[in-house]
């Protein structure tokens, strides 16, 4: 049997407009309904139909905190379930059963702290670092920062048991801030939930015409 990491996107829709996001204007705001989940069961099926078994199922966009609570709780129900039921199966072939994961910008994530906490779903955020640069680049569509309500939302991580994480884009002008990003780093490993030793930077591309 082919194993696979299952990496899907349940909506195009994003909450923010970051100077350097590679889908340009390809995020939408039409909110995706109960078919997000149908699409998941849908394709889960067909692959294990074809002999091809998901080890790992996460979540991604787009920004999947754009979803509904009902829809997004029953998303990591889905993959609970499919964990629990298949748990055996992905451990024989030689794979730690995981949890639900999310990736995402972190502006939404209060949205849905009771689902995350009910199915331990482990979270990759990410953020821009240093704090100075990160409200020049990571806005909502209104042009507003962010900086604020997203630090707010890690402080909520602190409740949940699950594994969270964040990683930072940078540019060239980044790197002019180097001390500041250590003290950055610094501030949320001393100060938060983050363990910063599990950390990436991901470096930016001049994906539209705005990019620095």
Known sequence: ?????????PTMAC??????????????????GHEALETLSF??????????????????????????PDVFRSLVSYISDYYAQHGDEIRT??????????????YGLDR???AIRDFQVSVSGSLDLPFSLHDEYRVTKGGEPTLDRILKNVKQMESLPNR?????????EHY????????DIWY?????????????????????????
């Open 1 to 9: 049997m082919t194993c696979i990491h299952l990496l899907y996107v």
């Open 15 to 32: 909450n923010m407009q970051c100077r350097y996001c590679y889908l340009e204007d390809q995020t939408v705001d039409k909110q995706m």
């Open 43 to 68: 394709a889960v099926d067909a692959f294990r139909d074809a002999g091809i078994m998901p080890f790992n199922i996460s979540l991604h966009g787009g920004e999947v905190t754009t979803l509904s």
């Open 93 to 106: 072939a030689g794979f730690p059963v995981g949890r639900p994961h999310i990736k995402t910008n972190l």
């Open 112 to 114: 849905h702290i009771d």
């Open 164 to 172: 969270k994480k964040v990683s930072a884009t940078i540019f060239r």
């Open 176 to 183: 002019l801030r180097t001390d500041e990003i250590i003290e």
């Open 188 to 212: 949320l490993h001393r100060n938060t939930c983050l363990d910063m030793n599990d950390f990436n930077f991901m470096i930016g591309f001049e994906y539209n015409t705005t990019s620095a």
